[in-house]
């Protein structure tokens, strides 16, 4: 996956930790003595993906602590997040970054077979997606014939073209 890159959202509040969110960016929170964001590193590079982009915000400098002497980790600062979002730090993470890349959320935990899923797929565009959670943080995937109708917080009027949960994983190439 050398033509392959990867970009971790990182860059937004973990307003619903409370205190703990404000205090600490949400892929820094550790599970087990490992970041989530270190663990996606660490996952990534197991998959073949040497260079990842870390789009920052909230606490950015503690990214640049405990990330930013590594080899292949470029860190990328989302002044505007609070006002932006997702898109403009995505947007931010693409400059520099090879034609495909794996997009992730900092703040998720997963087995290396959903970013396998993903980065062996032979498609251009992946949207990792599982059964519905009722998690209470959702955003919902929908699509016709494989092709993405929406993504959306509220549960679709019409859930016959519901696919499932959005995971926090995907592969953007080119177009």
Same mark, same amino acid.
């Given at each position: 996956?050398?033509?392959?890159d ?7 509040r973990?307003s619903?930790? %409370?205190?703990? %969110?404000i205090d600490?960016?949400?892929g820094?929170?550790e ?5 989530f ?6 996952? *990534?590079?197991?998959?073949?993906? &040497?260079?990842i982009?870390? =789009?920052?915000?909230?606490? %950015?400098?503690?990214?640049?602590? $405990?990330?930013?002497? $590594?080899? &292949?980790? $470029? *860190?990328?600062r ?8 997702? #898109?403009?730090? !995505?947007r ?6 090879? @034609? ?15 970013l ?10 992946v949207?990792? =997606? +599982?059964? !519905?959670?009722?998690?209470g ?6 699509a016709?014939e494989?092709? !993405?109708?929406? !993504?959306?917080?509220? #549960? @679709?009027?019409?859930?016959? #073209?519901l696919?499932?949960e #959005? ?5 953007l190439?080119? +177009?």
């Amino acid at each position: 996956f050398s033509d392959t890159d990867a970009i971790i959202l990182a860059a937004g509040r973990g307003s619903r930790l %409370g205190k703990l %969110g404000i205090d600490c960016p949400k892929g820094l929170i550790e599970v087990d003595g490992e970041s989530f964001v270190e663990r996606s590193v660490a996952q *990534l590079r197991e998959a073949g993906i &040497g260079r990842i982009t870390i =789009v920052t915000g909230q606490c %950015g400098e503690q990214y640049e602590e $405990r990330l930013g002497r $590594r080899p &292949g980790i $470029r *860190l990328v600062r989302n002044m505007r997040y609070q006002q932006t979002g997702s #898109f403009e730090s !995505l947007r931010l993470g693409m400059f520099e970054s090879a @034609p495909t890349s794996v997009v992730l959320d900092s703040d998720i935990v997963y087995e290396s077979l959903g970013l396998q899923a993903v980065t062996s797929s032979e498609e251009e565009a992946v949207i990792l =997606v +599982s059964a !519905l959670t009722q998690s209470g943080d959702e955003v919902y995937v929908s699509a016709r014939e494989h092709i !993405l109708t929406s !993504l959306t917080k509220s #549960f @679709p009027e019409d859930p016959r #073209f519901l696919v499932g949960e #959005f995971v926090g994983i995907s592969k953007l190439g080119p +177009s």
